[in-house]
């Protein structure tokens, strides 16, 4: 009878175990799905890194730019557990111009800056980086202007940025 009650708790027992690995790898896929969906955003390799900028103006609507106006700053791609960022320093006094918030879909860079609401002249800025390689990206950056007169006004520029030496 001793046996009996031994077997039957073992068998028991034994339910109770497959339970709880069914239990264990049920969690793990769960939680792997989840560090997978709240994984941060990272720039491939490639990106990471300074990189020197011509930026020249094709067309414009807006007085504050003319078509052949040319820049040239540095930008620097670079990341961080709230997201991936783009900053752009000027290459003269070395001052911080703007951050842009990045992204990246297929196989373009999306970055892009706003001015405050309460801003005296609101400014939107997208740039779309198409061509990318570990060397040279290209692509184009549009400013927008809002003006209280509703005189908005739109600029299109060429970005060319070539990497930095380290």
Known sequence: MREQALLE????????EADYKSLVRMRDSLLAAYNDTLKPAQWPAK??????????????????????????DVWEFFQDSTGIYAKVINNNNNRLLRI?????????IHLNFSTDTGAVKPVKISVALQSIDSSLMKGTQTITIW???????????????????N
């Open 47 to 72: 990106v990471i890194g300074k990189w020197s900028s011509s930026v020249v103006c094709n067309e414009s609507s807006c007085s504050d730019y003319v078509i052949g106006d040319q820049r040239s």
């Open 147 to 165: 003006n209280n007169t509703n005189n908005n006004c739109a600029a299109k520029f060429s970005v060319e940025l070539i990497r930095k030496p």
């Open 100 to 108: 842009f918030s990045g992204n990246m879909e297929n196989e373009t």
């Open 9 to 16: 708790k073992e068998r028991e027992f034994a339910l109770k």
